[in-house]
């Protein structure tokens, strides 16, 4: 157990990187037309009546200003299948769109193809969170489909495994396998 004080910023990284999250593609489409999207751990639900998620982005993005100008953006859920857009949109780039399969959504925001669950939000509220600003959405249109979801924890990306079952029930399922963990990319 480690108990420096959180002033120590690693430490604090450390241990919320205790705290295993999904990994999210978010998108916009800027005033000028330009298409934005970066990798998002923070984005989490918040409400179902009305129907609100969240995320933060770092008020030192470059895709900051067309975010907040912007009035919709879409969170696309990457499945283990979609790893590497993990990087891809991680790294700032001109065009980050140029080679990945997409279409245009609600508010012109791009739909990363093959997602395995996708928000559409008009921006319900941004709120100050220290050096982030935080978008809340509206979802308009939510749609998902089968497939494993990336997990990123600890500065690794999992593959998820279903959590071991009483013998008596398992006897009848197949094998599960422990969280593989590729320990490449992304801190
Ligand atoms: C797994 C992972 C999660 C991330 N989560 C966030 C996040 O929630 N908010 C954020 O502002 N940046 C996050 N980042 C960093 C951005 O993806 C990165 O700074 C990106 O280049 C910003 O896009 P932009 O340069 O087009 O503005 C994350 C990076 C990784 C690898």
Same mark, same amino acid.
């Given at each position: 157990?480690? /108990?420096? %004080?959180?002033?120590?910023?690693?430490?604090?990284?450390?241990?919320?990187?205790? /705290?295993?999250?999904?990994?999210?593609?978010? %998108?916009?489409?800027?005033?000028?037309?330009?298409?934005?999207?970066?990798?998002?751990?923070? /984005?989490?639900?918040?409400?179902?009546?009305? *129907?609100?998620?969240?995320?933060?982005?770092?008020?030192?993005? *470059?895709?900051?200003e067309s975010f907040r100008s912007s009035g919709s953006f879409a969170v696309n859920v990457l499945g283990t299948h979609q790893h590497s857009h993990c990087k891809h949109f991680a790294t700032p780039a001109q065009d980050k769109f140029a080679d990945i399969a997409h279409e245009i959504g609600f508010g012109g925001c791009p739909l990363l193809t093959d997602s395995i669950a996708t928000f559409e939000c008009s921006t319900h509220s941004v709120v100050e969170g220290g050096d982030h600003l935080i978008f809340i959405g509206r979802v308009e249109r939510a749609v998902y489909a089968d497939g494993e979801p990336l997990i990123f924890s600890a500065g690794s990306f999992c593959v998820p495994a279903l959590f071991p079952k009483p013998e008596s029930v398992r006897e009848a399922s197949t094998a599960v396998q422990p969280a593989a963990i590729q320990r490449e990319c992304c801190s």
């Open positions: 157990m480690s /108990f420096k %004080t959180v002033e120590d910023p690693m430490h604090l990284r450390q241990a919320l990187g205790r /705290f295993a999250t999904g990994v999210t593609v978010v %998108t916009t489409r800027g005033p000028d037309g330009k298409l934005e999207g970066l990798t998002a751990n923070s /984005f989490s639900s918040v409400s179902l009546d009305p *129907p609100l998620v969240l995320w933060s982005l770092q008020k030192r993005a *470059p895709s900051l």
